[in-house]
């Protein structure tokens, strides 16, 4: 992204005023992720037998994948709760209290005793706190998404919107990498005993990073003009009276995006290290390869969506991932890191083609009295379609019938996000310039 066409929309002031937003965006998402990562990391290494004592490894596995789906459960009463605050008293104050309780929550994880120390209070005390991570996060991606594409100047919008997205890839690389150096640098016994628990006692740096950045912050221009109205008394019921079809359509334009990630990352973690019996360092490695090209592919997306429309793109997106879910089969299974290598590049970088532009695309389906409510719903529900439970339900399908059914989870999630789009009108995107 060049400068020059920000400055030349209000000055250097606006310039500086632009990159604290794009900065905020991306750390806040980028801590917000890291601390949802790494317990998606840490429930494809550890939690199973640490937490869930079974007869068999896949059963404590698939133990392990339920509580990680719990978040998914929360999130949409977090994206319902943080909505409401966020369109009556704006979007800063509601991204700090949601940093707040998604840090916190992962610290706590981080000092947990296992089930071996205090028994079933164990697995309960960690999906409780899960549960908590999946409330902040319920609140975070769509305030942070509305941080940047509210502030952007016209024509520029899906290429601000980059700056949460990319916070994902920045999250996951230093989760997983911080799990990477660990595991290479302790032995097995020390990193199940205490290894695991320092990259959520980290949290708590990061979080205090990402608070110091947005106090910095002020409100974005759409909660500006919302105060001199009246703005809606439950935001959430106001969205579902007037705003019920694109709310299902924003969250099913969203199912495709999170169903190749975490099949992409937690379930093919956790299967290539168990039944493929590939070294846990060496997919590691493998991974944090894989996702520099879903940031290249946000970056693509950001940059097309603003040259056409973030419809078109996510369309485009949609259709490559059917033809990605179709490879999984053979690419995954073919018995080479290689191959499984190039299967994770492809399927990580259409990840980013249709994640890059929703930050763009579902802000313009709602009108700002209740724009973050309806954001983070259609976001936070997609979610549960498409990823909550794809690890565990992947699991299953691989255990029962082979890899090629886990590809053909991906390929439905992409036809009902294709189905989605098509619904949409392609006027939207211009009908936003007047509402923002």
Same mark, same amino acid.
């Given at each position: 992204?060049?400068?020059? %066409?920000?400055?030349?929309? &209000?000055?250097? $002031?606006?310039y500086?005023?632009h990159a604290?937003? =794009? /900065? +905020? #965006? !991306?750390?806040?998402?980028?801590?917000?992720?890291?601390d949802?990562?790494?317990?998606a990391?840490?429930?494809?290494l550890?939690?199973?037998?640490?937490f869930?004592?079974a007869?068999s490894?896949?059963?404590?596995q698939?133990a392990?994948?339920?509580?990680?789906?719990?978040a998914?459960?929360a999130?949409?009463? %977090?994206?319902?709760?943080? &909505?409401?605050? $966020?369109?009556?008293?704006?979007?800063k104050?509601? =991204? /700090? +209290? #949601? !940093?707040l309780l998604?840090?916190g929550?992962?610290?706590l994880?981080?000092?947990?005793?296992t089930?071996q120390?205090v028994?079933?209070?164990a697995?309960?005390?960690?999906?409780?706190?899960?549960f908590?991570q999946g409330l902040?996060?319920?609140?975070e991606?769509?305030?942070a998404?509305?941080?940047?594409?509210?502030?952007?100047?016209?024509?520029?919008?899906?290429?601000?919107?980059?700056?949460?997205q990319?916070?994902?890839?920045v999250?996951?690389?230093?989760?997983?990498?911080?799990f990477?150096i660990l595991?290479?640098?302790?032995?097995?016994a020390d990193?199940?005993?205490w290894g695991?628990r320092?990259?959520?006692?980290?949290s708590?740096?990061?979080?205090?990073l990402?608070?110091?950045i947005r106090f910095r912050?002020?409100?974005?221009p759409?909660?500006v003009a919302?105060?001199?109205?009246?703005p809606?008394?439950i935001?959430?019921v106001e969205l579902?009276?007037?705003?019920?079809r694109?709310?299902?359509a924003?969250?099913?334009?969203?199912?495709?995006?999170?169903?190749?990630?975490?099949l992409?990352?937690?379930?093919?973690?956790?299967y290539?290290t168990?039944?493929l019996?590939?070294?846990?360092r060496?997919?590691?490695s493998?991974?944090?390869?894989a996702?520099l090209f879903m940031?290249?592919?946000?970056?693509?997306?950001g940059y097309?969506a603003?040259?056409?429309?973030?419809?078109?793109?996510?369309i485009?997106?949609?259709?490559?991932?059917?033809a990605?879910?179709?490879?999984?089969?053979?690419?995954f299974?073919a018995?080479?890191?290689?191959v499984?290598?190039?299967?994770?590049?492809?399927?990580l970088?259409?990840?980013?083609?249709v994640y890059?532009?929703?930050?763009?695309?579902?802000?313009?389906l709602?009108?700002?009295?209740?724009r973050?409510?309806g954001?983070?719903?259609?976001?936070?529900v997609?979610?549960?379609?498409?990823?909550g439970?794809?690890?565990?339900?992947?699991q299953t399908l691989?255990?029962?019938?082979?890899?090629?059914?886990?590809g053909?989870?991906i390929?439905?999630?992409?036809?009902l996000?294709?189905?989605?789009?098509?619904?949409?009108s392609?006027?939207?995107?211009?009908?936003?310039?007047v509402q923002?």
């Amino acid at each position: 992204m060049t400068a020059g %066409g920000v400055v030349a929309e &209000g000055g250097l $002031g606006a310039y500086r005023r632009h990159a604290r937003v =794009l /900065v +905020a #965006s !991306l750390v806040g998402t980028a801590v917000e992720f890291y601390d949802f990562y790494i317990y998606a990391t840490a429930a494809a290494l550890v939690f199973g037998p640490l937490f869930f004592p079974a007869e068999s490894a896949s059963v404590q596995q698939l133990a392990a994948y339920a509580s990680f789906g719990i978040a998914f459960v929360a999130r949409p009463l %977090g994206a319902a709760l943080f &909505g409401h605050f $966020g369109d009556r008293i704006g979007r800063k104050s509601t =991204l /700090v +209290a #949601s !940093l707040l309780l998604m840090g916190g929550a992962t610290v706590l994880i981080g000092v947990l005793p296992t089930y071996q120390s205090v028994g079933w209070y164990a697995p309960l005390l960690l999906c409780l706190l899960r549960f908590g991570q999946g409330l902040g996060l319920g609140g975070e991606w769509g305030g942070a998404a509305l941080l940047a594409v509210e502030n952007a100047p016209p024509g520029w919008r899906a290429r601000f919107g980059m700056a949460p997205q990319l916070g994902a890839p920045v999250g996951f690389l230093a989760a997983n990498g911080l799990f990477l150096i660990l595991s290479s640098v302790m032995s097995e016994a020390d990193f199940l005993a205490w290894g695991w628990r320092l990259p959520f006692l980290l949290s708590s740096v990061l979080v205090g990073l990402g608070l110091w950045i947005r106090f910095r912050l002020a409100d974005t221009p759409a909660v500006v003009a919302i105060e001199h109205d009246r703005p809606a008394a439950i935001p959430f019921v106001e969205l579902l009276r007037t705003h019920l079809r694109a709310t299902v359509a924003g969250t099913f334009a969203v199912v495709v995006c999170f169903a190749i990630y975490y099949l992409t990352t937690a379930f093919a973690l956790g299967y290539g290290t168990t039944e493929l019996g590939y070294d846990k360092r060496d997919f590691l490695s493998v991974q944090l390869f894989a996702i520099l090209f879903m940031a290249i592919g946000i970056v693509v997306a950001g940059y097309a969506a603003d040259r056409w429309t973030s419809r078109a793109v996510l369309i485009v997106g949609s259709v490559i991932a059917i033809a990605i879910g179709l490879a999984m089969g053979p690419m995954f299974g073919a018995g080479s890191l290689g191959v499984v290598a190039l299967f994770l590049c492809l399927g990580l970088f259409t990840m980013g083609l249709v994640y890059g532009p929703l930050a763009s695309l579902l802000p313009q389906l709602f009108p700002a009295p209740v724009r973050y409510t309806g954001v983070s719903i259609a976001f936070n529900v997609g979610g549960i379609l498409g990823g909550g439970f794809a690890p565990g339900v992947a699991q299953t399908l691989a255990d029962k019938g082979g890899l090629a059914f886990v590809g053909l989870y991906i390929s439905g999630a992409a036809v009902l996000t294709l189905i989605a789009l098509l619904s949409v009108s392609p006027k939207t995107e211009r009908e936003f310039q007047v509402q923002a």
